[in-house]
């Protein structure tokens, strides 16, 4: 008896359309691994080089803004050197008048101020009163100037030492700076009082004609309009300070304490460099008033 060939379901080739045979489940799991490995390493790859530009171009602008303010620092020492310069060469007739507003060679706006010693609150020598009523002006608090001044008062004064061949320091504030030793001065009181104080003017009250407008504003004090633009003095010690603004939008303050009757012959000497912070009121009246002026004149040697 002759047997039947069995039957062949779902066989039949499509005619046109080659067969494709099917491929083993485990070869398929690696191919679909494979493309997410792929997919993932192309992202990888491109969040990589998205930081590199990113952080290139941070370098860049950081490296930019490292040489504006270095220019205009060296810009602001050289408008302290062109204040000395106008103090030592400076005449009866021929005095500066400050605040000078005017254009450095580089392009940059200077406004050059001079603050005499004289006119700030001293804190060596100033009377208890005196510095109750500068610190209250700052502070808006009757009780706590009164305990700031007292502190200074006590910092100045210390007890006797315990050996008695150690004497006292005559002026134990050898600089402003020191002021942030005392009790009470927060960070935001010293930077606002340090333009107002020195240790060099050896007065128990700040002269009134030679105070700047910051200190006579702080003081309640109406200033003279005789006084309001004063020349350099013939000697003493003086505060010059600098403000330059960069044609970037870069702004620099250096503050020199100079006393221009120096040592051993010196005609003047810088006893301490500072930066200064930006006084709001004025960067308004620089803006009112321009600086179109250049800060040197190149005199032809040929006409003179």
Partial sequence: MATRPK?????????????????????????GFALVAVIWTLGLITLLGMAVIV?????????????????????????????IAAALAATPEQATNFPLRCRLPGGERAT???EEETGKVDLNTASPAALTRFFTALTGDQSKGTRIAAQIVEFRNPKAQATPAIKPAEAPFMTVMQLDQIDGISPRLFRTALRHVTVRSG???PDMNAASPAT??????????????RGLPAGGTITIRADISASDGTRFIREALVSLEGANGRPFVIRE?????????SAQQERAQGAARACLRVRDAAAS
């Fill in 7 to 31: 039957a062949q379901t779902n066989r039949f080739p499509v005619p046109g359309r080659p067969e494709c045979p099917a491929l083993p489940r485990s070869r398929a799991s690696q191919s």
């Fill in 273 to 281: 460099w500072r930066r200064g912070d930006i006084d709001p009121s």
């Fill in 216 to 229: 006579l504003r702080l003081l309640n004090v109406q200033p003279k309009p005789a006084a309001a633009r």
């Fill in 203 to 205: 007065r128990p009250e």
């Fill in 55 to 83: 952080g290139a171009r941070y370098r860049t602008k950081t490296s930019s803004n490292y040489a504006s303010v270095a220019a205009a620092e060296m810009a602001a020492e050289s408008a302290v050197n062109l204040a």
């Fill in 112 to 114: 050059i101020t001079v």
